[in-house]
Nanobody
Framework: QVRLVESGGGLVQPGGSLRLSCAAS????????MGWYRQAPGKQRELVAR???????TYADSVKGRFTISRDNAKNTVYLQMNGLKPEDTAVYYC????????????WGQGTQVTVSS
């Protein structure tokens, strides 16, 4: 059974930084994207960033140049370094692992709140 454990959310002032972590267990993740989505109140869940086991990355336009996703394949852990945070980054951030080819193999973490406010 796949399990995702997230950590690192919290309250930060505009311009500040946070680092999210997500440790995955219960499978072999070489053929999985690992990534982060977010959902703000009243909005749809959206992709923030994702990374392949080979290090290929995809970012939402709104976070390019501010956020960096990385992955430790030996630890099955994905990180999201968030710099230059803005109030519009406030949301619940969800870790996601998704198989490259098998759409049914798609798993979510419980979510961690990120609040950017002065």
């Amino acid at each position: 059974q796949v399990r995702l454990v997230e950590s690192g959310g919290g309250l930060v002032q505009p311009g500040g930084s946070l680092r999210l972590s997500c440790a995955a267990s219960g499978s072999e993740f070489r053929m999985y994207f690992m990534g982060w989505y977010r959902q703000a109140p009243g909005k749809q869940r959206e992709l923030v960033a994702r990374i392949t086991s080979g290090g290929g990355t995809t970012y939402a336009d709104s976070v390019k140049g501010r956020f960096t996703i990385s992955r430790d394949n030996a630890k099955n852990t994905v990180y999201l370094q968030m710099n230059g945070l803005k109030p519009e980054d406030t949301a619940v951030y969800y870790c996601n692992v998704a198989h490259y080819y098998r759409s049914t193999l798609n798993y979510w973490g419980q979510g961690t709140q990120v609040t950017v406010s002065s």
